[in-house]
C-alpha cells in the first residue's frame, strides 16, 4: 500500500470507531439484537476493511494483509 493510502485508512479509523458502537446500540434497542464484544470489534474492523477497500479497487487484498499494513 502506498503510504497516502495509509494516511487515509487512519482517517476513516474514528468513523468506524463511532459508526459500529451506534449501529449495535441500533440494533439493541430497535431490533432487539445482541452480539458480543469480539463480534462487535470484528465488525469495526470488517467495516474498516470494507470503506478502505474502496480505494483498493483493482489490487487484491485481503483482511489480514489489511490488518498488518495498518
Known sequence: AK???KED????IPACIWWTPWRERN???FEDQKINIQKIKMKCISLLFFWCKQELVGRTVDLVDFKGNL
Request: hydrophobic share 20%; proline share 0%.
Open 9 to 12: 485508512w487512519w482517517k476513516t
Open 27 to 29: 440494533d439493541r434497542c
Open 3 to 5: 503510504e497516502g493510502d
